[in-house]
Nanobody, 120 residues
Framework: QVQLVESGGGLVQPGGSLRLSCAAS????????MGWYRQAPGKQRELVAA???????NYADSVKCRFTISRDNAKNTVYLQMNSLKPEDTAVYYC??????????????WGQGTQVTVSS
């Protein structure tokens, strides 16, 4: 079993910053790509940012130059630094990871989600 646990969400004023963390634990053999998705009320879940095991990154156009994704492979953890936050960034943010658990094929795992609210 593999678990992803997110932390760092909350309420922030427009222009503020938050840092999300997501730690993977369990019977992990290897972690490949990791990423952050978000889902606002009434909208589909969308990719925010992703990072490969080698460190290559990909961002949604709406967050480029404001958000930074990074990972610590030794800690099986991915981070999302969010700066210059806007009200339209309000959503539940989900962590995702492609994981090869011990004795199982590669599979997608999701965290439980953390609420980010940008409001004055």
């Amino acid at each position: 079993q593999v678990q992803l646990v997110e932390s760092g969400g909350g309420l922030v004023q427009p222009g503020g910053s938050l840092r999300l963390s997501c730690a993977a634990s369990g019977s992990i053999f290897s972690i490949y790509a990791m990423g952050w998705y978000r889902q606002a009320p009434g909208k589909q879940r969308e990719l925010v940012a992703a990072i490969t095991s080698g460190g290559s990154t990909n961002y949604a156009d709406s967050v480029k130059c404001r958000f930074t994704i990074s990972r610590d492979n030794a800690k099986n953890t991915v981070y999302l630094q969010m700066n210059s936050l806007k009200p339209e960034d309000t959503a539940v943010y989900y962590c995702n990871a492609e994981v090869r658990a011990i004795a199982t094929p590669v599979d997608d795992y999701w965290g439980q989600g953390t609420q980010v609210t940008v409001s004055s």
